[in-house]
């Protein structure tokens, strides 16, 4: 990687965000789905709760940007392991750094995982952990029965239905149970319990993305967003591209450059979606008004050049990093 440090010093140092307020996506499927889940708690052992591993944590007293405070109340009354999924994407450097700082807001019980890998060591060590916690802990109206029942809870597209998935490979040898997509909202209400394991006999509750119905930073809704946790349209494609120009050039992660051809990092998204466009052959034919008449010319497709370098970085072509 060449060094841009020069380059680097004159960026920008905080994003401007004006006037934007990130949308707040909470439908209908989203408040029905939380009354399930709490609904279903007193037939639960364990609760597992899975987050992208790029927003794990800001700092020791505030909760890291991907953890909905709504699922706090069931935190506190089922054992609780933390799976911080998509660590293919994540620095990782950082596993270290992340897992003292959640020590320091009382949190133990961490896994670092790749759902999506066919085999992932992680993944086989989830089912030993779970009932590791479920035993050391009593069991009230369950405790004469023998099968385990955990749920499965975050915000939306962290990978979810991937880790009840990669369970089932792991201990049954069997396919995907529950359906998997790139896009928030695949999940919309809780399925019938899963079988993962056979020792012991274990279910898993799939339950939908839920969002709190209010975020409260700006700044946290943009790095939900950029994970692909809002839907795009919601939020803009253009200011999720510039934010994302805005954090890799912060971090000083400068793959883009040469993915996309641009000599040098730039601190200017309309000038690198311009470039990306015109590499990637994305254009289109808009009308002009000139003095002598309409005529039609070809212009860049900002838009469809934001949405590759959005889903390039989500697809780690960027580089690995941790937002947060």
Not at 42 to 64: G, L
Not at 118 to 133: C, E, H, I, N, Y
Not at 156 to 182: D, E, F, Q, W
Request: proline share 5%; charged share 25%.
């Amino acid at each position: 990687m060449k060094l841009y440090r020069t380059l680097y010093q004159k960026f920008r140092t905080v994003f401007d965000f004006g006037e934007r307020e990130v949308a707040h996506w909470f439908p209908g499927h989203m408040a029905k789905g939380l009354r399930q889940m709490r609904a279903s708690l007193k037939n639960v052992d364990c609760i597992i709760e899975i987050h992208d591993a790029r927003i794990s944590f800001c700092n020791a007293q505030i909760p890291f940007s991907g953890r909905n405070p709504l699922f706090q109340e069931s935190l506190d009354v089922r054992p609780h392991l933390l799976v911080l999924n998509k660590m293919d994407l994540a620095d990782p450097s950082s596993k270290q750094r992340i897992r003292k700082q959640l020590e320091k807001g009382g949190v133990r019980n961490v896994l670092f995982t790749d759902c999506l890998k066919q085999t992932d060591d992680s993944v086989k060590k989830v089912v030993p952990m779970v009932t590791a916690l479920i035993e050391s802990k009593p069991r009230f109206n369950r405790d004469e029965n023998t099968n385990y029942c955990l749920m499965v809870i975050g915000v939306p597209n962290v990978g979810k239905s991937s880790l009840i998935n990669a369970i089932r490979r792991t201990y049954l040898k069997k396919g995907r149970a529950s359906r998997v997509g790139g896009e928030p909202g695949v999940t919309k209400a809780i399925l019938t319990r899963i079988q993962v394991c056979e020792r012991p006999i274990m279910h898993l509750l799939d339950t939908p993305g839920v969002l709190p119905p209010k975020i409260e930073s700006v700044e946290t809704g943009m790095k939900l967003a950029l994970c692909g946790t809002i839907l795009d349209h919601l939020v803009g494609e253009d200011i999720i591209a510039d934010y994302l120009l805005y954090s890799l050039n912060r971090l000083e992660t400068f793959s883009y450059v040469e993915k996309y051809d641009l000599g040098e990092p730039s601190d200017d998204i309309q000038n690198v979606l311009k470039r990306i466009a015109v590499k990637l052959g994305k254009t289109q034919r808009v009308k002009a008004i000139t003095g002598v008449g309409n005529i039609t010319i070809t212009v860049p497709n900002y838009t469809a050049a934001a949405y590759d370098f959005i889903r390039a970085f989500r697809k780690g072509e960027l580089g690995r990093v941790i937002l947060d």
